[in-house]
C-alpha cells in the first residue's frame, strides 16, 4: 500500500509544527448506520442475539473495542474470526455519506496544517471513499487497521511520522474515549466529537481537550486549541510517494 505525502516547507521545524489527525467513522463519515446494519446481518449469520434494534440503540451499546461486542455475546475466538471475516467481506462504503460540513472544516484547515487519519477501518477502503468524494489529496497520512485490532496508539504515531510531525505537537479528532485514550498515549490535545457513533454522555467521561456537537463546530475547537502554535502551511504542490507495510 502507498501513503501521498504533501511536500511540506523544509524551513519549518517539525519539532514544533502541528498536525490534524482525524478518525475516520464518525467523524468524517456518517457511517454509523451502515455499522449498525452490518452488525444486524452479521450476527444473524453466526446466529447470534444482537441486543438492539436501532442505530440509537447502537450508539449506546457499541464498544470502540469492537472485538468485545462480539465475545459478550458469547462468541469464542474462532467464532469471532469469522464473524470479522464475514463483516469485512460486507463493508461498503461506496454510499455511506460524510458530514457535509466536517468535509468543507477539513478543507479550511488544509490550508494550514498537515491532516491525518488514523482508523481501524482499512486504509484502502477510506482512501475509495475519499477519491469519490475529491478529498485524496487533502491527507497526507491514512493509516488504517488491516491488521486487525481496535488499540489505535500505533495509528497515531503513525500517522504523526508520516506528517513528519511531533506526536506532542499535533491535534486529536475522535468521536469514543478509545480515540482519545490513545492519542493521550503520545500526548496528543483532543477533540472528542458527540454526532458520532457515541453519545454525549460516554464522549465526555473520557474529558477530552474541546467537546463538539455539530460539525460546523469542529474547526473552531481545532483552531482554539492550536491558536498560540506557529502555522507552517503544507504545499501540496508536489508530492512523493512512500511504501509503507501496513
Not at 511540506?8 to 446494519?37: E, K, L, P
Not at 460516554?202 to 474529558?207: E, N
Request: charged letters at 25%; hydrophobic letters at 40%; glycine letters at 8%.
Amino acid at each position: 500500500m502507498t501513503t501521498q505525502h504533501p511536500a511540506h516547507d523544509s524551513s519549518c521545524n517539525s519539532a514544533q509544527r502541528t498536525a490534524v489527525i482525524f478518525d475516520w467513522d464518525g467523524v468524517i463519515a456518517d457511517s454509523v448506520g451502515m455499522y449498525y446494519q452490518l452488525y444486524v446481518i452479521t450476527f444473524a449469520h453466526m446466529r447470534r442475539h444482537l441486543p438492539i434494534n436501532s442505530v440509537e440503540g447502537f450508539r449506546h451499546w457499541y464498544k470502540a473495542r469492537w472485538e468485545e461486542n462480539f465475545t459478550d455475546a458469547g462468541m469464542q475466538p474462532s467464532e469471532v474470526d469469522e464473524a470479522l471475516a464475514f463483516a469485512r467481506a460486507h463493508v461498503d462504503y461506496t454510499s455511506v455519506p460524510l458530514f457535509t460540513e466536517a468535509t468543507d472544516a477539513v478543507k479550511r484547515l488544509a490550508r494550514d496544517f498537515p491532516l491525518g487519519i488514523a482508523s481501524t477501518t482499512d486504509a484502502r477502503l477510506i482512501r475509495q471513499r475519499l477519491q469519490q468524494a475529491g478529498l485524496a489529496d487533502i491527507f497526507g497520512s491514512v493509516v488504517g487497521g488491516e491488521e486487525g485490532g481496535s488499540d489505535k496508539v500505533r495509528h497515531y504515531g503513525e500517522a504523526a511520522r508520516e506528517l513528519g510531525v511531533s506526536p506532542t505537537t499535533a491535534v486529536a479528532v475522535g468521536d469514543t474515549p478509545l480515540d482519545v485514550q490513545c492519542a493521550r498515549h503520545w500526548g496528543m490535545r483532543t477533540v472528542g466529537v458527540t454526532y458520532g457513533w457515541y453519545d454525549e454522555v460516554r464522549v465526555r467521561a473520557a474529558a477530552p481537550d474541546r467537546v463538539v456537537g455539530h460539525p460546523r463546530e469542529l474547526e473552531d475547537a481545532v483552531r482554539a486549541l492550536t491558536a498560540r502554535d506557529s502555522v507552517c502551511v503544507p504545499k501540496c504542490a508536489d508530492t512523493d510517494t512512500a511504501t509503507r507495510i501496513g
